[in-house]
Each structure stands twice: as C-alpha cells, then as structure tokens.
C-alpha cells in the first residue's frame, strides 16, 4: 500500500525558501501514471492547491504561486521536493503531498494523502 | 481559474438523516474530473469520490456523487457518527486545479 510523507523545518523566516520533501513508499514514484501534487491549509482554512508534478516529468503550478514555485522528483529516493520562495506570513500552512493516478486520460482523484506538516513563517 | 462554490456552509443534521451537499462552477467541469473529499478535524483529506460518482476504494454506499456541467451533488444516506466532518469538492479538468470552500456538516 503506498504511503507518503511530508518533511521539513516547522520554522522559516520571512523572506527566506521553504523546503518541503514528500516521501513515496509502498511503490515507486517513477512507475505508473500519477501526479504528484502539493495542497496547502492556512489553520481553520480551506485547501489551495499549489502545483504538480508527473511521474514521467512536467510541471504546472497555480498562477498564484508560480513565480515562486519549484517542484522536482528525486526516483532514486522515491521522494518529490517543493520550493517556495520569498515566504511571508501568508505561507503559514499545514502543507499536505498527495497523489493522483491517470490512465488513459481517466483521473481518479487524490487517492493518498500525507499526514502533513505544519510551517510556520516568522518575522 | 473555475471557481468551485460550495452550499449550503454549514449543515446541522442528526445521525440517521440524509445530507445533500452542492458544489456549483464558475464554468462547466468535464464530470470526470470532479472529485470529492472528506476532512475530519486534525486529519488529511480523504477521497471519497472521484469522476463524479465513482467510490473510492473503502469508501461505504452511502455516500454517492452525481452531477454535470456546472452542478455536482454529494449525498450522503444515513449519517452515521463518523461523518460530521467537511466537506470539499475539487476540480481537475482545468488548470489551476480547485477546491471549493468546504461544507461542514455538524450535529
């Protein structure tokens, strides 16, 4: 059963990089179809997604981040990376990685879910 | 960007009642691409439906999707305990991919 996990400081200054990780196990991250996506949820908030990266490469991030955005995948440890740049207070979130498979141009919604990690952006 | 508008905000109902969830676009979404997940307090979202009526693996027959166009339904039978939680619809036809506000449905 595939599983994944966020990783990363719970901390970044104001306008440093936060770097996140999202962990793939139970499978490998390179095989099949999927998507790779990251979500994030400011506390008592609904969920924004931030951008995808596929398993057999590509990117597309939302317009509202994506001057500041940068994902990449690691296949050799089965892992994918987020990059924020120039945070702010409005980055304070609890970041979820999450996948969603295709097939044939079938999507199948977000399937699994990190538990996700909380960032907190200080001044 | 397809905005995803969900109603009512808040639903107050008892266990053993049924629960009808609106999630409405801003543009039509191809109905394959909608989705619906499920966020109990502290926890990860969980898919509940996908594509707009499939069920997710695990997910009980109580909770069924239907829809096109513009407007999507989340209908759930019965509530049992477990369910008071919220609610959210997501799009992914079109990029950006979306989530609606959320719906929570509390005792």
């Known amino acids: 059963q595939v599983q994944v996990q966020e990783s990363g400081p719970g901390l970044v200054k104001a306008s440093q990089t936060l770097s996140l990780t999202c962990t793939v196990s139970g499978g490998s991250i390179s095989s099949g179809s999927f998507y790779w996506s990251w979500i994030r949820q400011p506390a008592g908030k609904g969920l924004e997604w931030i951008g995808r990266i596929y398993s057999r490469g590509g990117t597309n991030y939302n317009p509202s981040l994506k001057t500041r955005v940068t994902m990449s995948v690691d296949a050799s440890k089965s892992q994918f990376s987020l990059k924020l740049t120039s945070v702010t207070a409005a980055d304070t979130a609890v970041y979820y990685c999450?996948?969603?498979?295709?097939?044939?141009?079938?999507?199948?919604?977000?399937?699994?879910w990190g538990q996700g990690t909380t960032v907190t952006v200080s001044s | 960007e397809i905005v995803l508008t969900q109603s009512p905000g808040t639903l107050s109902l008892s266990p053993g009642e049924s629960a009808t969830l609106s999630c409405r676009a801003s543009?039509?979404?191809?109905?394959?691409?909608l989705a619906w997940y499920q966020q109990r307090p502290g926890q990860a979202p969980r898919l509940l439906i996908y594509?707009?009526?499939g069920r997710a693996t695990g997910i009980p027959d109580r909770f069924s999707g239907s829809g096109s166009g513009t407007d999507f339904t989340l209908t759930i039978s019965s509530l049992e305990p477990e369910d008071f939680a919220v609610y959210y619809c997501?799009?992914?036809?079109?990029?950006?991919?979306?989530f609606g506000q959320g719906t929570k449905v509390e005792i």
């Open positions: 543009q039509s979404v191809n109905s394959a691409y």
């Open positions: 594509g707009p009526s």
């Open positions: 997501q799009q992914y036809g079109n990029s950006p991919w979306t």
């Open positions: 999450a996948r969603l498979p295709t097939v044939a141009q079938a999507y199948y919604g977000m399937d699994v």
